[in-house]
Structure formats: structure tokens, C-alpha cells
């Protein structure tokens, strides 16, 4: 007995096996690449963003630098203008104003006490032999270009101990002594006329 066999149908399913699975790895030849492309996508953007980040880093570098310059200039220009403003207003030496004081004295004249102020103000007494040169000591001090005002403030008349001791002498060698004067002076010294004359070295002569 013969049995007709068709492989006809066999045939086309072989085929439809192939066909799914060259369609199958295209599909995953182009999932492959559309993953390949957009990974490249994000790998760029990235790259992108780092180069930003860089030269955000590299201004932020340079703003800082100039910055630092520039605080560094006007800090020295600020102890600059602190120095002159300290050398402006430094007080003059209170030794040269009681040099030129001592130098306007009468011979037998003596500073007893001085103090000065930096606003300008001063304060002394002075012995003196005689009032009358109590009186030509204060025209001394008022003539004088360092000083705005000169006032006399009191004038007493003391003995000193050396003369009380000669009272106790023998009888026909007792003297009659002579007082001291005591005056006591208020001044207003001229600070930039002083400043000037310390500079260019005329203090005692003024």
C-alpha cells in the first residue's frame, strides 16, 4: 500500500521560524542601539554640564582672586589713611612745650608744676621773684605764636624755709625777707602752629 506524503506545509512553518527569528534580532539589534544612543545622549549631556561646572569653578576662582586684590588694596589703602589721620592728630611732645614755656622764664623764674591736655588745654605755676615778673612772663606767654590764650589765674606770695630760718637770727642780723611769688597760669596752646614750628625745628625760639 503507498502512502502519498506532502511536505509542502512543513516547509512554510520552517520558514515562519526564520522569519521570527531574524525579526526577533532586529528588535533587539535596534533596542540595542536606541539603549546605545541614548545612553550616548546622557553621557554627552553630562559631559556638558561638568564643562559648565568647570568654567562656573574656574570664574568663581577668578572672581574670588580679583576680590581678594581688591580687599587687600583698599585694606592698605584704609591703614594708609589711618596712618596720616594719626600722624594729623598725634599729639605734640609735652617736653617741648614745657621747653619753649622754660624758655620765655625770667632768670631767677622756675616751673613748679605743668600738665597738658590733649585738647590744647594746659595748666602751670611759676615762682617768680617779683610780680612784676609774674605780669611780664603772662605778656611773654600772650606774644607767643604757640599759644591761643594765656590767663592769670592767681598770684600769692610765699617765704621759703631758708628765710623763715634767717628770722631766728641773732638781733642786728635779722632780715627782712623776701617773698616768692606763686602764680598760676591757664593756657590754650595753638596745636597746628606748634606742629609747624616742632617740624621745622624753631619750638625753643618761638
Known amino acids: 500500500m503507498l502512502v502519498d506524503i506532502n511536505l509542502l506545509p512543513q516547509k512554510e512553518k520552517k520558514r515562519s521560524t526564520t522569519l521570527f527569528f531574524v525579526?526577533?534580532?532586529l528588535l533587539?539589534?535596534?533596542a540595542a542601539g536606541a539603549y546605545s544612543w541614548f545612553l550616548y545622549k546622557q553621557l554627552a549631556q553630562e559631559n556638558i554640564r561638568l564643562e559648565q561646572q568647570l568654567a562656573y569653578t574656574q570664574k568663581l576662582r577668578e572672581v574670588q582672586a580679583n576680590t581678594k586684590v581688591e580687599s587687600a588694596?583698599?585694606?592698605?589703602a584704609k591703614q594708609l589713611e589711618t596712618a596720616i589721620q594719626w600722624a594729623e592728630e598725634y599729639p605734640v611732645?609735652?617736653?617741648l612745650i614745657l621747653r619753649h614755656f622754660a624758655s620765655l622764664l625770667p632768670e631767677r623764674g622756675?616751673?613748679?608744676t605743668f600738665s597738658y591736655e590733649d585738647s590744647g588745654n594746659a595748666q602751670c605755676s611759676v615762682?617768680?621773684?617779683s610780680s612784676r615778673e609774674a605780669a611780664f612772663y603772662l605778656k611773654s606767654l600772650t606774644d607767643s605764636k604757640l599759644i591761643k590764650e594765656a590767663k592769670l589765674n592767681s598770684l600769692v606770695t610765699e617765704?621759703?624755709?631758708e628765710e623763715n630760718r634767717a628770722q631766728t637770727g641773732t638781733a642786728g642780723n635779722i632780715e627782712t625777707p623776701l617773698p616768692r611769688y606763686?602764680?598760676?597760669y591757664s593756657l590754650t596752646i595753638d596745636k597746628a602752629e606748634l606742629k609747624k614750628a616742632e617740624e621745622e625745628g624753631r619750638v625753643r625760639q618761638q
Open 73 to 76: 588694596g583698599q585694606t592698605a
Open 23 to 25: 525579526f526577533a534580532f
Open 159 to 161: 617765704g621759703t624755709e
Open 127 to 129: 615762682q617768680f621773684d
Open 182 to 184: 606763686i602764680a598760676q
Open 93 to 95: 611732645s609735652t617736653y
Open 28 to 30: 533587539i539589534v535596534f
Open 110 to 112: 622756675f616751673i613748679l
